[in-house]
């Protein structure tokens, strides 16, 4: 008796064992189809050099070497990189002490702050918003409010509120997104870092104002003797402008 209820478990075990290694051997053909391609390879100082103006961050970034923070993400992970990018005059609007004084890790901060290490779609932001102050790439205290405002992403944190002007490029892995104000936390700057004079103040533009045509085209116009003996290069270059153009487009439908 005792002896078959061991044979009956031990074959049991027998079976529940080699059964799945069974399936196993089976399984492979089913479940590798061709692999899916690999996400095409952005590189973010093209990107950032071709659009905008992004000049002033883009500097921050190569100085402090988080963009090979920002392009290691992008590269070597699967959760991909989400970039708010302040134009440059969202730069030149702040007085230049309170960024020259910076020491290095609160710059590199401030970078990073301006950056989450997950890639989001501008329809993804509407389930984020939901979830409260959002942790960015700089980590602990360093977190930023997102809302989505009947479809524009308005991002807060410390003094600057702001938003996204554009969409510069929006791909798995990477998505650039424009912003119109540098996002400035209160743990860099203890009081609201004052404007500087500003000479001809343009009113704050709705979305539908942002007009890719006229200001992506002057930033590819003093290319062409740079590039002339690298058209591949230039072909990035017109083929990222011709993304962040559909993208703002997109942005304003
Ligand atoms: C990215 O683009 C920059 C500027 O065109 C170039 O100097 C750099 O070599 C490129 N990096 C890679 C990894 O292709
Ligand atoms: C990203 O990938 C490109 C192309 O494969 C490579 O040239 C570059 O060195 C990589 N950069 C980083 C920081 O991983
Ligand atoms: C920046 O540093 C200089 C020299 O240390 C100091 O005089 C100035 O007040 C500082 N400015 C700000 C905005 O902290
Ligand atoms: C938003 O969240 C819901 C529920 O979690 C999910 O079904 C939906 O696909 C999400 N939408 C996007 C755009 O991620
Ligand atoms: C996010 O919003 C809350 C509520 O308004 C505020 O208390 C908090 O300071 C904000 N977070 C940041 C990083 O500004």
């Not at 080699?18 to 095409?40: K, Y």
């Not at 209160?186 to 004079?197: E, T």
Request: hydrophobic share 45%; charged share 10%.
């Amino acid at each position: 008796m005792a002896l078959t209820t061991v044979l009956a478990v031990t074959t049991l075990l027998v079976l529940s064992v080699s059964t799945p290694a069974a399936a196993q051997a089976a399984s492979p053909p089913a479940f590798s189809p061709a692999p899916a391609p690999a996400p095409e390879f952005v590189n973010l100082t093209n990107l950032l050099t071709v659009a905008g103006p992004f000049h002033t961050f883009l500097n921050y970034l190569t100085q402090t070497q988080v963009l090979q923070t920002f392009q290691n993400q992008a590269n070597n992970t699967d959760q991909g990189v989400t970039i708010f990018v302040p134009k440059d005059s969202a730069f030149s609007a702040i007085k230049k002490p309170a960024f020259a004084n910076l020491t290095g890790d609160q710059l590199k901060s401030l970078l990073l702050l301006h950056a989450l290490p997950k890639y989001y779609s501008l329809a993804e932001f509407r389930n984020l918003s939901n979830l409260g102050p959002v942790s960015t790439f700089a980590g602990g205290q360093y977190t930023m409010n997102l809302t989505d405002d009947s479809g524009t992403i308005r991002l807060q944190s410390g003094w600057a509120n702001t938003k996204v002007t554009s969409s510069v490029w929006s791909a798995y892995p990477v998505a650039v997104y424009e912003v119109d104000r540098v996002l400035l936390p209160k743990a860099i700057f203890a009081v609201d870092p004052p404007l500087a004079p500003a000479p001809a103040p343009t009113p704050e533009a709705p979305v539908a104002d942002v007009s890719p045509a006229p200001s992506k085209g002057k930033v590819g116009a003093p290319k062409p003797s740079e590039d002339s003996t690298n058209s591949g290069c230039m072909a990035g270059g017109f083929g990222y402008m011709a993304l962040a153009i559909s993208g703002a487009l997109m942005i304003m439908l």
